[in-house]
């Protein structure tokens, strides 16, 4: 075994906090054993940690250095790291056995994690700016003369992120966290759960190993976090995974409360699956249906937040529902998760089998089985924490316990509906979930559906069959989605893309003077000065332009003629260019004017360097707008400033963004866009 991955060799777990991994006190704890063999794979004890120096260390030594960082920068150490874990994967997979996934349920845990870091520094890269500040929103005027303005804008909290997840997805879990975290500058202490902590110091060792992370951007606590809660302040916040009843204790604390600790959970829900109407037996968006439950059941042995708990079904489908199904689970292998022909492997131990045979019980006061056993292959399933799939049928279909009991495993109930509304409020009577899916072909009851579930789900996947073949899944989490819930599902959010990273920001309104806003944003505003003494700015390296470097244009008047030519070439004969008493009969237009396209290509003429040089290329427009028409006769001029700057590290080339502002001869703004383009650095790749 490497020495990356000592959490099969029955030992002490380590914390890695305060830049270094640190053992426990004694030897003596929690023993943890696989849950395919019952066997011990590690031992879980006190490290007796100070929180308040783990909690000091992370903001001493990794804020300062994290919160200089663009979110550019940060971006770049996600992606190497992403790439670093890509590579030394399968180091992971063995331990993950351990816990009872195959190695499709380790898929979605272990690359499903790292890939998150790669989405996540993707996107960034394309929707964040290459600076500390994120300007959120549009900048507004507070002054007619614009001399006076208003922003949000965010900035990085001084804070930790605390993140405490739940035993089913010990790698994703932590990472996804994470990502969003590291992105807005702010550094991590995460605390793994306990049954299956061992994997998660698996992923530990190789993050620490691979050097890319600033010191104290992430520590890792396996075990107790002792009075870590009590240490935080509003600069902090908490991110919790697990079941409901513990997410309400957490948002409780004292210190949670007084300090205003922002806090987010993502609990246990009963999520369900509509099967519409418009989806008949016999029918491939109704096979698929069928596939997605029981692959919803088995995936991660059901041990899954966004599983699906409620199979809600149109009572005149509901037995040829069952029937498929039925067909469906007895296909089902349970067994040794090393084993390739098997498709279901074990809970994550014993305790978690025990509790969800306990929660099956309480269904069956509302619901009848349908099937609960199978043959386990190459196991013994009493040592192991095996499970057949059970598959209940509602005998009261509003009873509280269909709807409020989860049974966290291979387990789903059958119920029947007799409208839309009524499968509604079905959905409903789970008070908050995670996600929602409906499959059904008639876009009609799609929308019905998709609307009135909103306000109870977080999620809603519709299927049909055009998308059969690439939906993404029903428990599938996305990075650039949000994953969270109302009510009973935890009331917050995490993931959501750039949600997520705001999450960890301070937007705060900022009002100031252009050349102020200019200075804060680091985007230029207009009425901010500019800079023309450099000459053409296209003649300069993307290294030597700065902020607010400017030219204004020779003049060109726009003619008849120009308008004419120009619908020839490109055969827009709209109208208001061609027919002069047709244009002066609508209530916009004064007589022909020119095509909004002659008027941006008319600018380009004006500003465009055609030499070689520094400019290689434009890449597109931003926020184009045509303020005031321009008739044959206007005379336009163009004011072209440098205004904003994202460099492309290592390509030889940054992408500047140039405020555009083109006006006639009385000084009114014609035509306002941004001009993107790439600009070569002075340094070329080799």
């Known amino acids: 075994m490497s020495s990356s991955n000592p959490a099969l060799e029955n030992r002490v777990l380590e914390s890695y906090v305060l830049g270094g991994w640190h053992k426990p006190r004694s030897a003596d704890g929690r023993m943890l054993t696989s849950a395919v063999t019952g066997e011990p794979v590690a031992i879980l004890a006190d490290h007796g940690l100070d929180m308040a120096s783990v909690r000091r260390y992370a903001i001493d030594t990794a804020g300062p250095e994290l919160r200089a960082m663009t979110f550019h920068e940060r971006a770049a150490i996600l992606r190497s790291l ?55 929103g549009e900048i ?111 948002r409780a604390h004292p210190t949670i409360i007084d300090e ?7 609990a246990d829900s009963l999520n369900c699956a509509i099967l519409g109407a418009g989806a008949v037996p016999g029918s491939a968006t109704f096979a698929g249906f069928v596939a997605e439950v029981v692959n919803e059941m088995t995936t991660k042995a059901g041990q899954k937040c966004t599983a699906i708990r409620r199979i809600l079904v149109p009572e005149t489908h509901r037995e040829a529902t069952i029937e498929a199904l039925q067909a469906a689970l ?43 056993h199978c043959d386990f292959a190459g196991v013994d399933p009493e040592r192991g924490a095996f499970m057949a799939p059970t598959l209940l049928q509602a005998t009261d279909r509003r009873a509280d316990a269909i709807h409020q009991v989860e049974a966290f495993g291979p387990v789903s109930t059958v119920i029947g509906y007799d409208s839309p509304a009524e499968a509604v409020e079905l959905a409903a009577l789970g008070r908050g979930s995670l996600v929602a899916s409906v499959f059904t072909d008639d876009p009609a009851e799609a929308a019905t559906l998709t609307v009135a579930l909103g306000s109870h789900h977080g999620r809603i996947q519709v299927v049909d069959e055009s998308s059969l073949e690439s939906h993404t899944g029903h428990g599938a989490p996305l990075p650039n989605l949000v994953h969270g819930g109302p009510g009973r599902a935890g009331g917050g959010e995490e993931l959501g893309g750039m949600r997520a ?15 102020a806003m200019t200075a804060i944003t680091g ?87 055609p030499d070689p ?41 940054g992408e500047v963004a140039w405020d555009t502002q083109v006006v006639n001869q009385n000084g009114e703004v014609a035509a306002a866009y941004d001009v993107l383009t790439i600009v070569a650095t002075r340094e070329q790749p080799s």
Not at 202 to 216: K, N, Q, W
Not at 501 to 515: E, G, N
């Open 613 to 653: 040089g520094p400019v290689l290329a434009n890449y597109g427009l931003d926020r184009l707008r045509f303020a005031k028409p321009t008739y044959p006769g206007d005379t336009l001029t163009v004011t072209l400033t440098c205004k904003r700057k994202t460099l492309r590290a290592g390509a030889g080339y």
């Open 330 to 372: 007895a296909d089902v292998v349970v067994g040794d998760p090393a084993d390739k022909a098997t498709t279901m492997g074990a809970l994550a131990g014993i305790d978690q089998r025990a509790e969800v045979r306990d929660a099956v019980e309480r269904l069956k006061t509302s619901a009848t089985v349908i099937t609960d």
């Open 82 to 136: 992403g790439k670093y874990l890509m590579e030394r994967k399968d180091e992971l997979y063995p331990v993950s056995t351990a816990t009872g996934a195959t190695r499709s349920d380790s898929w979605f845990d272990i690359d499903g994690g790292i890939g998150v870091l790669l989405s996540y520094s993707s996107k960034a890269r394309r929707e964040l700016p290459d600076s500390t500040v994120l300007i959120d």
């Open 523 to 609: 985007e230029y505003q207009a009425g901010a000065p500019r800079n023309d003494t450099k000459g053409h700015p296209f003649r300069l390296y993307f290294d030597d332009l700065e902020i607010g470097d400017s030219i204004v244009t020779d003049s060109r008047t726009v003619t008849l003629d120009d308008i004419e030519r120009f619908a020839e070439l490109t055969g827009d004969n709209f109208y208001a260019h061609m027919d002069d008493e047709a244009a002066k009969a609508s209530p916009i237009f004064e007589g022909r004017v020119a095509h909004g396209y002659l008027v941006v290509s008319a600018a380009a003429g004006l500003f465009v360097d």
């Open 140 to 250: 507004e005027s507070l002054a007619r003369d614009g001399s006076f303005l208003g922003a949000h804008i965010g900035t990085s909290r001084t804070g930790v992120a605390v993140q405490i997840n739940a035993f089913n997805f010990p790698c994703w879990g932590m990472l996804e966290k994470f990502a969003p975290a590291f992105l807005a500058g702010v550094p991590t202490i995460a605390k793994p759960a306990s049954p299956t902590a061992y994997l998660t110091e698996a992923l530990t060792r190789l993050i620490v190993e691979s050097g890319l992370l600033p010191a104290g951007s992430l520590q890792v606590i396996c075990g107790g976090t002792g009075d870590l809660l009590d240490q935080l302040d509003g600069q902090d916040s908490v991110a919790f995974t697990g079941s409901a009843s513990t997410a309400a204790l957490l």
């Open 501 to 515: 990273v705001k999450h960890h920001l301070q937007i705060s309104a900022v009002q100031a003077s252009p050349a």
């Open 260 to 266: 205003a600790v922002r806090f987010t959970a993502e």
